[in-house]
């Protein structure tokens, strides 16, 4: 019984282990992993956190910092004592520690902008995270539709070899009983060898286009990598229907790349308002206490040493005060950075304007590829209805006799050519659909 039980244990975990090896990723999944271990991803996470960091200093800079310090000396030779102030000739211990305090009261309003410009900057570093999400959710759309695309041309190729195959057995049967002429043979066995060629091609490409997802995704098993195969045929063209003028204000709405553009524009105005601080004068409070210890202090009126802590509480001291430091002329190096950042303003004045028509440019290009994507692939739908009608004719007119081999291997190239670029059509008729359907916030991985 207990055999029995270990042998149906490791049955079971080989059936889990195989159904491991030949999971099917859906579109989700697969941009679900590359957003969750994505490398580049998560460098910018890391952007974002150190955005965080600088945020939370700048809020601390508001406070007052505080220090405190000691020293212990041997001194000999002729040395002031810490503790009368006086020269002594001779070899002596002394101990000195305090603690100090200071507060920016006024510095042209530097920390307050400060922290205005890394609140702007979490916001511009999870913009462009978000940015970069949307740009690998694309290249992972991208590879899984070249995959689909790349599975269907093969079955298509198969289909027609399966054909051919049964073209060539009737045919060598009617050349064995003397109705039709070897050369028709050799003809179909030409275009059976070109068909296997074919079919060897795109079993590559197939493989290679999942090593392609599979490294975008970081899964080492390329042999078992595999994504499910579901029926995209039906496909909705509502946004067609739009104006392209409506699609481009929702990208500007949805997308990221204007969002970016902005706030660099406003992190560039930020910058020039702190440079600009430095015209300013700069008022500071300090506060102190310090105290001192020295071995050759004594009791004047007993002589003898005076004890260490009596002398910390004897010889201590407070300070307080404010300080104004006033710019009078550091070689024009504010105003030279002022005018730097004033050039990067307009930098990024530019790139914003530079961006927002790039974008508009995108946009109508996507809608424009859209729309004749699905030109195009209506008229392969034609073109294949048409060349299968060929084909069958010329089927017929071979099976009678009426026609030789190599016309009628001509009508099946000729289907077989219509039926691979209706199967290239869809794919990037959905493909380009889908980009469209992107710029107007609809996620990228949902195929309908």
Wanted: hydrophobic content about 40%.
């Amino acid at each position: 019984m207990k055999k029995t039980t270990v042998i149906g244990a490791f049955l079971l975990l080989g059936i889990s282990l195989h159904a491991q090896d030949y999971k099917k990723w859906t579109i989700r999944e697969c941009v679900d992993y590359a957003l969750e271990n994505n490398i580049s991803i998560k460098q910018s996470e890391l952007d974002s956190n150190l955005a965080e960091i600088d945020k939370n200093q700048a809020v601390m800079n508001f406070l007052p910092n505080l220090t405190a310090n000691t020293s212990y000396n041997i001194n000999t030779g002729s040395n002031i004592n810490p503790a009368t102030n006086q020269f002594e000739n001779q070899t002596f211990k002394s101990v000195s520690g305090g603690v100090s305090s200071g507060v920016n009261l006024f510095s042209g309003l530097q920390n307050w902008k400060n922290l205005q410009r890394s609140k702007l900057n979490i916001i511009a570093n999870q913009y462009q995270l978000d940015k970069m999400k949307d740009d690998i959710s694309i290249f992972v759309a991208n590879a899984f539709v070249q995959i689909l695309f790349n599975k269907e041309q093969l079955k298509v190729l198969q289909a027609q070899n399966k054909i051919t195959k049964e073209n060539l057995n009737r045919t060598q049967e009617l050349v064995n009983a003397g109705s039709l002429p070897q050369g028709d043979l050799l003809e179909i066995k030409a275009t059976d060898a070109t068909q296997n060629q074919q079919i060897i091609a795109a079993e590559n490409d197939l493989f290679i286009s999942k090593v392609g997802l599979a490294q975008l995704l970081q899964i080492e098993d390329y042999q078992s990598f595999d994504v499910a195969e579901e029926d995209y045929g039906i496909l909705s063209d509502e946004i067609l229907h739009k104006d392209a003028s409506v699609i481009i204000a929702k990208a500007k709405e949805e997308l990221n790349d204007i969002k970016i553009a902005e706030l660099n524009y406003e992190i560039a105005q930020k910058d020039l308002e702190l440079t600009r601080t430095n015209y300013y004068p700069t008022i500071s409070a300090f506060m102190g206490y310090n105290t001192r210890w020295s071995s050759t202090n004594t009791n004047f009126i007993t002589g003898e040493d005076i004890p260490f802590i009596e002398q910390l509480y004897t010889f201590d001291g407070t300070s307080l005060g404010i300080q104004l430091n006033v710019p009078i002329f550091n070689r024009l190096t504010t105003r030279n950075n002022v005018k730097r950042s004033q050039v990067n303003v307009e930098r990024s004045k530019y790139l914003l304007e530079q961006a927002n028509l790039d974008l508009e440019s995108t946009v109508y290009q996507a809608y424009n590829d859209a729309k004749s994507a699905k030109l195009a692939f209506e008229a392969a739908k034609q073109t294949v209805e048409a060349r299968q009608l060929a084909y069958e004719y010329a089927e017929e007119r071979y099976t009678v006799g009426l026609s030789n081999a190599f016309d009628f291997n001509q009508s099946s190239i000729q289907y077989e050519n219509a039926q691979s670029d209706l199967v290239r059509s869809k794919y990037e008729y959905i493909f380009k659909l889908k980009v469209l359907e992107f710029y107007f916030g609809i996620p990228i991985d949902q195929i309908n």
